[in-house]
């Protein structure tokens, strides 16, 4: 069964635009992480945010925030003010397990993002 | 910033032969990983390694594959017997600890294709 479902194949917005990016998961652990990379065109995978199960507080980093709402299993990414640079490919993944010792990141399908002037 | 570094970029191989491909992990990173992308899909987990031996694997990391870390620097993918479903892109990633809130830091890739 898939584990993480990202359900856009394609997205489009305009810049300076804020877009969503959607992102529900399957998990009978309470513990758990749930985090975003990005992959531009030339390949690398990098970074964006993490969300923790337990974490209060939706996470943020600069224009990324994650909208997470534990009761429906999802965490979208949000990305505000759209810039030409983040046109990419969008991945959410998730990990199980403890602070101690995790299952392996486990990612969605991903989404490609397009931004447009 | 400390950064995974794979080589080669690109390797190109016959069916049947075994390739290698190398990555020197972030220094201080206690957990190793590979991924494989085959073109424009998801990122598929491979295998988990720590304390020199596996921790993880997936059903892809079947008998052909295999990982070592020879020397305290390098961890190597090894496919033995290369198939046409083999060619993706191989990606090489490294976290400090193993707990569910450590980020991968992943390497730049090595796109594999098999003739």
């Known amino acids: 069964a898939q584990k993480i479902t990202q359900t856009q194949p394609g997205m489009f917005v305009q810049e300076k635009e804020a877009v969503t990016l959607d992102c529900t998961y399957d998990t009978s652990d309470p513990s758990y992480g749930l985090f975003w990379y990005k992959q531009p065109s030339s390949g690398e995978m990098i970074f964006l945010i993490y969300?923790?199960?337990?974490?209060?507080q939706n996470a943020t980093e600069g224009r990324y925030s994650l909208n997470f709402q534990k009761a429906r299993k999802s965490a979208n990414l949000v990305i505000s003010a759209s810039q030409l640079g983040d046109s990419a490919m969008y991945f959410c993944a998730m990990r199980e397990g403890t602070n101690q010792a995790g299952t392996a990141l486990i990612f969605g399908k991903g989404t490609t993002l397009s931004v447009s002037s | 910033e400390p950064e995974v570094t794979q080589t080669p970029s690109h390797q190109v191989t016959q069916m049947g032969q075994e390739v290698i491909l190398r990555c020197v992990p972030i220094?201080?990173?206690?957990?190793f990983y590979w991924y494989r992308q085959i073109l424009g899909q998801k990122v598929e987990f491979l295998v988990s390694?720590?304390?020199?031996?596996?921790?993880?694997k997936s059903e892809i990391f079947d008998d052909q594959f295999s990982v070592e870390r020879p020397d305290g620097s390098n961890f190597t993918l090894k496919i033995r017997s290369t198939k046409l479903e083999d060619s993706a892109m191989y990606f090489c990633?490294?976290?400090?600890?193993?707990?569910?809130?450590?980020?991968?830091?992943f390497g730049s890739g090595t796109q594999l294709s098999v003739l």
């Open positions: 969300q923790g199960s337990y974490d209060q």
């Open positions: 220094s201080n990173h206690l957990y």
């Open positions: 990633a490294s976290s400090e600890l193993g707990g569910r809130r450590e980020k991968l830091f």
């Open positions: 390694f720590y304390n020199n031996e596996i921790s993880e």
